[in-house]
Each structure stands twice: as structure tokens, then as C-alpha cells.
């Protein structure tokens, strides 16, 4: 069955953007917030192998959490997407408007799979989902037709067919 | 251009049969050894959504060293593959021999996608990369087409174009 | 030397009063909050041995940021080491007004030994000094003379002779 | 009560000298082994302040595990006692023979505080009771009379009073 059918090679560019994911601990002033992106030694830890690497690029583009995204911002996500040389994009944002990011990404209509992925925790505390998430969304960028999609809670949603269910912090389909 | 596609429902079963992801540490003898699979702990810290874990069946079959895998054993994960009622499979599996049950697997030709992954350093040690790999393996196994494939260092590799890298300690495409 | 000298038999009571060292992540807000308390499970995991647990006892006496603790709150923490079996107590605080609280445990004249400990991170995030300071309040409260403490970063202070520095998030002695 | 008593002054050596403590996993074998100390890392994450740092010192001596310790290498533990320009010291060991070591250091009757300690789980290893241990032992060095001890499972012990239990993994008091 799998005769006829190769994996493609992995050709994969990560942008950091902020969000619960990639918050840090201040210990001066007792808040979370952004300091250097936790994913380059995330990616590490993934083992990523070596000669994969040269095609697997990270991108620190922004360091915000989802609530302060704007449009401009997300014209400069739109803008990093559009230029990528991979075809293939995960982006790791705030899971409060990753709807909205994923929603104007869409509009574009380029011709890349861009999988939007987050964490309910964060990637640098107990029991965190960031690490799964993050493998994931590199397997379903992967893997998934041209398009836009929300990875979360070990499923894939198309974009416009997922809502956050804010009472129960998880992702579901869109009734 | 995602218009006319959609994410197929999670639909997913997840096979424990051991190897270095599910390693414990012995402090009685010093050794690592299996005891509970950190499996159902694990599906739990990815927060998979309730309504989803409904189709996202947990089995733990073996609890073996891959080195100590013999053709009994992949009788036995071949049959748990065979009887499964979800049609996309995970198997966590020790990597030395993880591409012999693969071949085993594949000459099933069971019309299913199972995708084999494992770790390089146990879910329980500092730096794992087993949560990323069994997010990495849970979006593979519900987006690739059916036949085997195996996961690791963040690739989907073919089962029959994939070799372990025993210096470097990593998977990469046969030469 | 250690001829005549034998280390007293372990009883200890240890008292949660909330702060930093306790705090957890709250998926649904993104907020830090208190819940059960860390303690027990620390405790278990330091290995305490059965026999001694019988003399190691927990209290969660409060679960408070150390900004909202008042003079009513401390006034309890006095309670608890008054009526406590124990000669030996380590009280968990927040670090902002520790000094406060020893202020006015050490008004009290109690005969005991008391020992208060915080966290700068989290016992639940990633680099935390909790399960350190932890440890070393326990071995002070069972060898420092009658008297109250403050166990921060490695040293053991006087209480009145202890300020915390907040622009380097660490306790020095007064100057 | 605390009015006439100082705490004095912490001035601290830490010599590592293996020991599950510091055992790492290795990921082309498969098992525990000794590489670089986890202690300096350790020690930071305890946030020892710095200007306490210059008067705690690190020392790597040796890296075994404690059923391969000989004579000669108690006779290397001995003389860095001995030369030691702190008075206060704490020796990380394997658990299996750290009283056959404290038993030598003591025998040498130097006119210091040594504290033996240890772990049942190491230090990178999951609910590893490392990290508490350490602190405790600082602590325990810096407050008990010259002398040898062993700190585990929360509590100091003399070193002649002291055995481990093997089928229970603690230490208790000699019967």
C-alpha cells in the first residue's frame, strides 16, 4: 500500500510569535513574560536530525501574547508566510485569537500548509502540552494539503471549523 | 484551497509495547526498568478533549526492550493492529528494532495507517523527546495515507526507507 | 569530635502559608493561583522515611500572595507555631513580606525553632528554587537554636538581620 | 532568643564525587553514566547569591558510582577535606557505600563538618528527591558541629548511626 507513496522530505519553517506557549517566569516581579523564544531548544530536544535541520528554519517574529495581536501584526505573519522559501509552516501563537490570525491567513490564499499551534500551559511549567503540540503541528504541516489549520488537544481543525471552548480551555468544532 | 478538505475526525488508537520512551528509573537497583506505561499520563498532559478520548483508544500490549522483541511479540502487535476498530494506529516501540516490527507490520498489508515512534531518552529523563514524537506520531497517524511509516527526530520516514543511526543516535533515509 | 554529639531525632512541622513557592498555572485565566497545595507531594518526593513521617507534619495553614497578608493572617501563623507539637516548624511564605512575619513571630518569644522559606520561581516551573530551599529549611529548623529564621538563596539569616534586594531577587544580610 | 546568636557566615565547599546524584542518560547506549556535574547547574538554580558564591566553592573530584569506590579514592575524598580552606563541607556520593567513606573521613579526625549526601533518584531523572537533598545538606554543613554526617530522607545522622535500608531505599537509624 505504501509502494507507491514517499513521505515527502521535511522542508519546514517555524515562526515564534508569542502567546502562552513561549511565556517565561519573572522572578522580580512574580509575571509571566516574553524573553528569548523557548523554541530553538525545544526543537533541540526534538532531536531534529542535522542534515533535516539545514531545511528546517526558526523564526523569532514576535513575542506577544494573543490578545495584544493586531492587524499589523498579523500582516507581518501574513508577510513572513508569504516569503518563506519552506512551503510547509507552523505557527506558534496565543490560542486566545489564533481564529483570527488563522482567518487572515486564509484571506491570502497562498498556496503553503500553515498550521497555527499554541499551549494551554506553558511550554516552561509542570504537565505543559506545549511539547506535543509542537510535534504535532511539525507532523501535520507535514503532511496536511495546502491550507490553514489549528492544532491543538491532539487534533487537526481546518480553520474555519474550530471555536476555543473558554470554559473548558480546549479546541473543539465549530457547532 | 481548503475549502473542499476536511480534517477527518480523530479516530485513534494508541498500542504501548515498551522500548526507551516508557523506561522508569528502579531506585531500589538503579536500573531502568517498565512498570505503568507513562502513556495514559502523557494523552492526558496533551489535553486531549474529552469528547475526542472517546476515539482515542489506549492499549498497553507489551512492555519489552525492542532488543528482547522476538516474532511472538510482533504476532502480538500485528493482531492488536488487525482487531483495532480505529484504522489510524500509533505503536510506541524501542527504537533498535523498531524497523523489523514495521516490516512485520507492513507484510500484514492491513488496510490501516500505523506509524511507529519511540525515544532516544525516556519520557521520565531531563530533555526527552517522547511527548514531542507521540504528538509528532498522533498527527501522522490521522493525516498520512494508510500503510507503515515510522517517526522520529520530527520526519516521517517510509518504513522501507529508513535506517537508525546507531553512532549519531538518530533516523534518517537509507542510503 | 562528633563523639558526644548526637543529631536530635527529626520532628518538624511544616506549615503552608501560600507565596510564590506554592503558586500554580491557571489554563483557563493565564493567571498564576493557588490551589492544593505543592507540599505533600514534595515531601513524598523528598523521600521523607515512614517512621519520621510521623513526625513530619504538614499544615496548610493559608494560601496567600505575601502582599495581601495582613496583620489577622499572621496573627494565625503565631497561632499555629504556638500550639504546634513540633519545636522544629518551617513556615512556606512569599518572599515580599517574609521578613514581616518573622517580625512578628519573633515578637511571640516562642521557644521553637522557626524557619521561614520561600521561592524566587514556582515549585511547579522550570529552573524553581523551591524543592532547594525547601531542603535546606528542614536540616535548619532541626539544628539552628530556638529562635526565627529566614532560609533564602543557600544562607540562613537572623531574621532582623535579613532585607530582600529586589532589584537581584535575592536575600542579603542587612547593611 | 536569636539576640545573642549570629548565624554565621555561609563558607562552603560542595565536592562531587558521582553517585546515582549525578548519574545522566545516554541516548546511544541506553544507560546511566557520568559526564559533566550537574551540580554548578544546581547550585545556580538554588540562586546562592553572589557574593555568597566566592565563599562556595565547587569542586569536581571524582565521578564513580560508590560500589567501584576503593580506598584510594576515600584516601582523594580524605585529602580534599583536609585541604579544604572551608571548614564546612558537603560531599555528594553514591548512597551504597557513603558510610564506608564517612567512616574513613572520620577516622581522619579533621576539625571540619562533612555531610554525606545523596539521592535515590538522580538529579535529571523525574521526582528525583536530588535538589532537596542538596539544600539540605548546605544547610546541615553550615550548622552542625565539626563532625561527619550523612543527610538523607530529610534527616541528619550521625555517621556511626546510621544504615541503608536496601529493600525500603532509605536510610534510618543503626538498631
Known amino acids: ?28 516581579t512574580g509575571n509571566l513574560f516574553f524573553q528569548q523564544s523557548v523554541l530553538p531548544a525545544a526543537l533541540r530536544r ?6 533535516a535541520e539545514q531545511d528546517c528554519v526558526f ?3 514576535l513575542a506577544l501574547d494573543s490578545l495584544d495581536m493586531q492587524d499589523e501584526h498579523r500582516d507581518r505573519i ?10 510547509r509552516i507552523v505557527v506558534v501563537h496565543g ?11 486564509a484571506a491570502a490564499q497562498l498556496d503553503k500548509t ?8 506553558p511550554y516552561l511549567i509542570d504537565d505543559s ?21 489549528i492544532a491543538m488537544n491532539g487534533q487537526l481543525f481546518d480553520w474555519d471549523n474550530v471555536q476555543k471552548n473558554r470554559e473548558q480551555g480546549r479546541f473543539e468544532t465549530r457547532r
Open 114 to 121: 500553515i498550521v497555527l499551534t499554541g499551549a494551554m500551559v
Open 46 to 51: 526534538a532531536r531534529i536530525a542535522p542534515q
Open 95 to 105: 490560542t486566545d485569537t489564533m481564529r483570527e490570525t488563522a482567518a487572515a491567513l
Open 78 to 87: 501574513k508577510q513572513a508566510c508569504l516569503q518563506s522559501a519552506q512551503k
Open 129 to 149: 502540552d506545549a511539547f506535543f503540540n509542537l510535534g504535532f503541528a511539525c507532523a501535520a504541516a507535514q503532511l496536511a494539503q495546502p491550507g490553514v489549520y
Open 59 to 61: 523564526e523569532a517574529l
Open 1 to 28: 500500500m505504501s509502494k507507491n507513496f514517499r513521505v515527502p522530505t521535511m522542508s519546514l519553517r517555524i515562526i515564534a510569535t508569542g502567546g502562552t506557549f513561549d511565556k517565561h517566569y519573572d522572578p522580580l
